[in-house]
């Protein structure tokens, strides 16, 4: 028996919806580890994520590398008054 119309259908926006469910979920996790790179300096790692669910989640932070600055003064630089 060929499959009807309306069970081709059903069984296609099923799959079309799946696989925009699963696209949102990768777009959000990728935007949350460039977030975490860019804005936070540190590393997001996510193992898995499942249809409710998301699994192992480490976060690691890169030490703050800060520049600081020396300002010398010298007396036998400056003029004498």
């Not at 059903?10 to 799959?15: G, M, P």
Request: include cysteine.
């Amino acid at each position: 028996e060929p499959i009807s119309w309306s069970k081709m259908s059903l069984l296609l926006i099923c799959s079309l919806g799946t696989s925009i469910c699963c696209s949102h979920r990768w777009l959000i996790c990728t935007l949350a580890v460039r977030f975490f790179q860019n804005s936070l300096n540190a590393e997001l790692r996510i193992k898995s994520v499942g249809l409710f669910s998301v699994r192992g989640i480490s976060i690691q932070f890169q030490p703050q590398h800060t520049l600081v600055g020396h300002w010398l003064s010298s007396s036998a630089n400056s003029p004498k008054c």
